[in-house]
């Protein structure tokens, strides 16, 4: 079975540019989350979509970031423009409500540097 | 004083010997808890989950213990093995899908 998938597994880019961060969850989850991971404050929650839709996006660091789910199979967080200071590790991870506990799988992680 | 970044706890233990993970929740309505496994370079893996009206939980050389009343979690590997070497996260889930995690430990098995 596939996995969740994330692309790209790495991007160099410099400040100011526009990052584009895909994700397509497992079929069937109707949960997907998006997480950063940082040495300084670790595995944060950005956002997370049911059915599509954005329940809660508190975590979103600022206007500069926006994600989208236009389809169950697949999503996209966007950082416009990019800081060093958002250089990090996104995780992509999604869930079944059926499954009865929640349980998140993750993508391998999409690392990207802001020069 | 200047953050210098999470102070992650760190474990070393002897190939082959018992490890036991710590980890202290916050929120007293949690219902669901989970511990996952993160491998160098890789996401957060699933390990084993247990609920709030149990207080343990056996998986395959790996063992959970709840204790609501000091909100405290652990996680006990049986016979530490070389492939258990990665940080290990606690998380907790309310009555929502999302999850918060810990900070981690770093568990660093000796040959």
């Known amino acids: 079975d596939a996995g969740v998938i994330q692309s790209p597994r790495h991007e160099v880019t410099e400040m100011g540019q526009e990052v584009t961060l895909r994700c397509k969850p497992i079929?069937?989850?109707?949960?997907l989350f998006w997480y950063r991971q940082t040495m300084m404050r670790g595995l944060e929650l950005l956002i997370y979509?049911?059915?599509?839709?954005?329940?809660?996006d508190s975590g979103m660091p600022e206007d500069r970031f926006s994600a989208k789910m236009p389809n169950a199979s697949f999503s996209t967080l966007k950082i416009q423009p990019s800081e060093p200071r958002d250089s990090a590790v996104y995780f992509c991870?999604?869930?079944?409500?059926?499954?009865?506990?929640?349980?998140?799988?993750f993508g391998e992680g999409s690392r990207l540097t802001v020069l | 004083g200047e953050n210098v970044g999470l102070h992650l706890p760190t474990l070393s233990v002897q190939e082959g010997d018992n490890s036991i993970i710590n980890c202290a929740y916050s929120?007293?309505?949690?219902?669901?808890f989970i511990w996952y496994k993160q491998e160098s370079g890789k996401g957060p893996q699933f390990i084993i989950d247990?609920?709030?009206?149990?207080d343990k939980r056996q998986g395959q050389r790996v063992t959970v213990l709840l204790n609501k009343t000091v909100k405290h979690l652990s996680l006990q590997i049986a016979a530490t093995q070389p492939g258990d070497s990665a940080v290990y996260f606690c998380?907790?889930?309310?009555?929502?899908?999302?999850?918060?995690f810990g900070a981690g430990t770093t568990v660093t098995v000796r040959a």
């Open positions: 991870a999604s869930s079944a409500t059926n499954s009865g506990t929640g349980e998140l799988f």
């Open positions: 079929s069937g989850h109707d949960y």
């Open positions: 979509f049911n059915n599509n839709v954005p329940i809660d």
């Open positions: 929120n007293s309505a949690s219902d669901y």
């Open positions: 247990i609920r709030s009206n149990m």
């Open positions: 998380a907790e889930n309310g009555d929502d899908y999302k999850l918060s």
